[in-house]
């Protein structure tokens, strides 16, 4: 035993999950006759009796050569973190179209439908994990796998013995954050008017029709509109389709969680969560995607185009050499936004140091217990600071959605099949290049730091 402590080291881990032997710069093998038990008994006398390597063991009992070392001689069994609970979908969510050679623009989305009583979803629980052990022999708890919530909203039922969610309803499903919802569809089949007014519904919508100046269209859903779109607005918590175009005389508004499919934009302000399908032209508008822009038979003129990933379009600009700004990574709305609930955080979080000024002096109070209106003050200081803190919450949750919705300019690809005017800046995040010759078949994008343009 004593060659043992002459000649070789023993290391731990500090987690304890592994144990190596060294040696010392007094070893050398053809001096070293230490038997395999003396070595197990070394092991033993560091309470290591877990996950011993015999191999490795065998091999320093046999002069193993010094080049050899350290060699691992136990290793502990690493717990395994339990699986995260999901959602098993019963039906398709997929709601995109094949774009093969045979696509036709008007070919807009295939919405996921249920029927009254279908199964929609089923939970699947977390699993506890399986424990480990270390090299003596204690055992190392796993961590439990996180719970999924989801909550049944409308038209949608939980059945606790199963498990799983049922429609209540015959429509459309829509996966909203934690909520799971069944949206009926609202119809007005002629051209929007007094008769029905502006419309704030939590399903999807449709109008045979126009959709005139002044009126308002909400929708949980989705909203299809088999007509024109003027001065009015449409805002849609899934895609938007418009088999005429927007006549937006530079108020009216799109705007969309999804994705857009509209035949033209003409002076008005439109935003899609994801994609946006222009089947002309877009002229003197905002035109914003989280995603991609395509106007592939059509022309940008005027205006600006942001989006994440990609844009594409016939023509940009014009020979009139007509102002218009191309722009990706940065969606200009977005940032707007960002800029108005970053100032709504401040002024919750000062509000939130105001009551608790207020708060303290209340409970310092001697008489609060005998001071009815003390109490009721009291009583009010908290309610108040609950409300600020809950809205608190909202606002950093609408800004973590807006963070995570940007795009990325180092990925982003402009492409124009025909001509790239003067007078049209393009942007990829803070880097930006204004075109001052004629271009044509041409692609950009960002490389090193620089806008580079290719031929196609």
């Known amino acids: 035993m004593g060659q043992i402590h002459e000649h070789f080291t023993l290391k731990i881990s500090h987690d304890y999950m592994f144990a190596e032997i060294d040696c010392t710069e007094s070893y050398h093998e053809e001096d070293i006759d230490v038997a395999y038990e003396e070595i197990t008994q070394y092991l033993r006398e560091h309470n290591i009796v877990y996950g011993i390597i015999e191999h490795h063991v065998t091999l320093l009992s046999k002069r193993m050569p010094k080049d050899q ?240 990933e990609f844009i594409e379009a016939k023509e940009i600009g014009n020979k009139l050499q007509t102002k218009t700004e191309i722009s990706f990574g940065v969606n200009k709305l977005q940032r707007e936004k960002e800029e108005e609930l970053l100032l709504k955080k401040e002024e919750l979080l000062d509000s939130l140091t105001k009551l608790n000024i207020i708060g303290n002096k209340l409970k310092e109070r001697n008489d609060i217990q005998d001071n009815p209106k003390l109490r009721i003050a009291l009583l009010r200081q908290k309610h108040t600071y609950q409300q600020t803190t809950q809205k608190i919450t909202e606002v950093n949750k609408m800004l973590e959605d807006i963070n995570s919705n940007l795009g990325d300019e180092k990925q982003a690809k402009l492409i124009v099949n025909t001509y790239l005017y003067p007078n049209v800046m393009v942007s990829f995040g803070k880097y930006k290049k204004t075109i001052n010759t004629v271009h044509q078949h041409i692609q950009m994008k960002l490389d090193h730091h620089e806008i580079i343009s290719i031929s196609l």
């Open 69 to 308: 070392f350290p060699i691992v001689v136990s290793k502990g069994t690493p717990a395994q973190v339990g699986i995260d609970g999901k959602i098993q979908y019963a039906f398709d969510l997929n709601s995109d179209v094949d774009k093969d050679n045979a696509w036709n623009f008007r070919d807009v989305m295939r919405i996921p439908s249920v029927t009254d009583g279908e199964k929609l979803a089923e939970v699947i629980p977390p699993t506890n994990g399986i424990n480990g052990k270390d090299i003596f022999g204690n055992i190392v708890q796993a961590k439990p796998g996180k719970a999924l919530t989801i909550t049944a909203r409308k038209n949608v039922e939980f059945k606790e013995d199963t498990q799983s969610f049922y429609a209540t309803s015959d429509g459309q499903v829509s996966l909203k954050g934690n909520y799971i919802d069944v949206h009926e569809v609202f119809e007005v089949h002629d051209t929007l008017s007094m008769k029905d007014g502006n419309l704030d519904f939590i399903g999807s919508i449709i109008v045979h029709g126009n959709v005139p100046s002044g009126y308002r269209i909400k929708a949980l859903g989705d909203v299809k509109v088999f007509g024109m779109v003027e001065a009015a607005e449409i805002d849609a918590g899934g895609s938007i389709y418009i088999s005429g175009g927007l006549s937006g005389l530079q108020k009216g508004s799109i705007t969309a969680a999804e994705n857009i499919h509209i035949g033209y934009i003409n002076q008005g302000i439109v935003n899609a969560g994801k994609n946006l399908y222009v089947e002309n032209s877009i002229m003197h508008s905002v035109s914003t995607a989280g995603n991609q822009v395509f106007c592939q038979r059509g022309n940008i003129i005027g205006g600006s185009v942001s989006a994440g």
